[in-house]
């Protein structure tokens, strides 16, 4: 045999070594982060009757569940959102808002500001499969042109737990 | 062949041991969950002024400082403006301020209104007269909105005329402010 062909068979051992290694970090992770169950309702900013002078509604759920605040609109309902999470083994989580998320309806577009500062974000989880709850909250900006309809989008919400 | 034999034992190892400090480090797990957001908007709310406030035709007892009020707080009906010092004031001349508030839903309506405000002379005199004690003439902060039905709020006050002031119209602007919240 020649150092070459040494060479080249270390080379896949140590390929295998890599994709072992992987896998057995990758179990790890994955077993853990089933032991978390996680569970989110959206805030709701309620039935919005809006004044054409426009309006900012606000949900300020930094200290736990709130109702939407506002002054020249009518709001029926609202409250702040839901992350409701539970594990077997107690823990921290860290929570990760988005700055801000776009909503769009028919091509116009309304954007909720403010989540992080606005929302809960850490937590003790106390194990044994008690729940426990994060408020999340934000400001939503109305200008007071903005079209009758259902804004939609989304966000992404990073989860970190110790 | 031997010596990939050792090789391969080698780093089977080491896989094990970095597996071994996979499994019993600081655990430190990371999850991405994605939210759907939902706002509904519906735009049924009008504000409209549908009557604007006037005090009348007032003919001014000469030398008198007079006060003419118009109580559009508890009796609307009876909402025409009375002077203390005995002014005439024309028939049906004066009618109170009318804020009309229409929506579908129900809420109470908070209004905040000015502490008082000046009119001036639209003719070639610059004299002013003063408007005051809106919060007492006018329809009561926190009055609750009925579903369905449109919801005024008639401002009055109370005008103050110093003696002599010149024949004119006197005119100016006032700015109530309103808001919602919810029952």
Known sequence: ?162 | MRKIWKSSALLLGTAAVLGAIALSGTKAEAAAVEVPVEVKINKTLVEEMTSKLSFGEIDLVPGQVETITLDAKTDLAAAESTATKGSPIATYSSFPGVITIKSANTFKVNVVYPTNVSLVGTGTNTSTVTVADFITYSTATGATKAPGADHPIYIGGKLSIPADTPNDTYSGKISVTVSYAAI
Do not use: W
């Not at chain 1, 400001?139 to 970190?160: C, H, P, V």
């Open chain 1, 1 to 162: 045999m020649t150092p070459l062909a040494y060479t080249r068979h270390d080379t896949v051992s140590l390929s295998l070594l890599v994709v072992l290694a992987a896998s057995f970090l990758l179990t790890a992770m994955s077993a853990s982060a089933a032991d978390v169950a996680v569970q989110v309702i959206p805030p709701y900013f309620g039935e919005i009757d809006l004044n054409p002078a426009g309006d900012t509604i606000v949900i300020a759920a930094q200290n736990g569940p709130a109702t939407p605040s506002f002054e020249h609109s009518v709001i029926t309902g609202g409250s702040s959102g839901i992350l409701a999470l539970s594990s077997a083994e107690a823990g921290q989580v860290e929570v990760l808002y988005p700055q801000s998320v776009t909503l769009t309806s028919g091509g116009q577009t309304i954007t909720i500001r403010g989540i992080p500062l606005l929302s809960q974000k850490n937590a003790n989880l106390p194990g044994g499969g008690t729940r426990c709850d994060l408020s999340i909250g934000g400001s939503l900006m109305l200008r007071g042109d903005e079209s009758r309809g259902t804004y939609k989008g989304s966000m992404t919400i990073q989860l970190n737990f110790f």
